[in-house]
T-cell receptor, first 116, second 116 residues
Framework: GAVVSQHPSWVICKSGTSVKIECRSL??????MFWYRQFPKQSLMLMAT?????????EQGVEKDKFLINHASLTLSTLTVTSAHPEDSSFYIC????????????FGNGTRLTVT | KQEVTQIPAALSVPEGENLVLNCSFT??????LQWFRQDPGKGLTSLLL?????REQTSGRLNASLDKSSGRSTLYIAASQPGDSATYLC???????????????FGTGTLLAVQP
């Protein structure tokens, strides 16, 4: 089945530094990838939609200059948390859809970010 | 604004029991509904996807139903096993202008514990 690989699975960084998270579709091409954020005991909130070869579409309230998204190829999207602060600590999950509107979304295993 | 609610928030059952998880949504204009499983600290695994025109989908011991008019979906798990212990999330894809949006709106999940 379709596999989405997310790396790293966890990262600890100091406040003020930047962290890059990678999301790869391993056996299919994904023109669109999605980035979600999940706080403890809460549901997933869509942050942005990443489109290959064009700018990402951000949800209301998500700072595009803080959460930089790059979708340079059909199999790779990256999320960079710039100048991270402790309140950015969260679980970040990417997902990708195979071709076709009726295709299910496949999710990565998530990245646990802790900013100290 | 679409809101997705899941009841109960947590459920504990003895091994072998059949159980039902509930999901409700406020706007019936959905494109599809998807059930996911999330293990602690992990990403999401897609279990079942029901198109808006369908009433139910089955996969092994899982059966998901959809009643769009009443804004409800159920996930039925037969003969539960300890390995079924996880958080179960439902999510709807909204319909706009005859097609699907890219946005999945998640419920807050049901934490299931199956006791051996």
């Amino acid at each position: 089945g379709a596999v989405v690989s997310q790396h790293p699975s966890w990262v600890i960084c100091k406040s003020g530094t930047s962290v890059k998270i990678e999301c790869r579709s391993l056996d299919f091409q994904a023109t669109t990838m999605f980035w979600y954020r999940q706080f403890p005991k809460q549901s997933l909130m869509l942050m942005a939609t990443s489109n290959e070869g064009s700018k990402a579409t951000y949800e209301q309230g998500v700072e595009k200059d803080k959460f930089l998204i790059n979708h340079a190829s059909l199999t790779l999207s990256t999320l960079t948390v710039t100048s991270a602060h402790p309140e950015d600590s969260s679980f970040y999950i990417c997902s990708a859809r195979e071709a076709g509107e009726n295709s299910p979304l496949h999710f990565g295993n998530g990245t646990r970010l802790t900013v100290t | 604004k679409q809101e997705v609610t899941q009841i109960p928030a947590a459920l504990s059952v003895p091994e072998g029991e059949n159980l039902v998880l509930n999901c409700s949504f406020t706007d019936s204009a959905i494109y599809n509904l998807q059930w996911f499983r999330q293990d602690p600290g992990k990403g999401l695994t897609s279990l079942l996807l029901i198109q808006s025109s369908q009433r139910e989908q089955t996969s092994g011991r899982l059966n998901a139903s959809l009643d769009k008019s009443s804004g409800r979906s159920t996930l039925y798990i037969a003969a539960s096993q300890p390995g079924d212990s996880a958080t179960y999330l439902c999510a709807v894809t909204e319909r706009r202008y005859g097609g699907a949006t890219n946005k999945l709106i998640f419920g807050t999940g049901t934490l299931l514990a199956v006791q051996p």
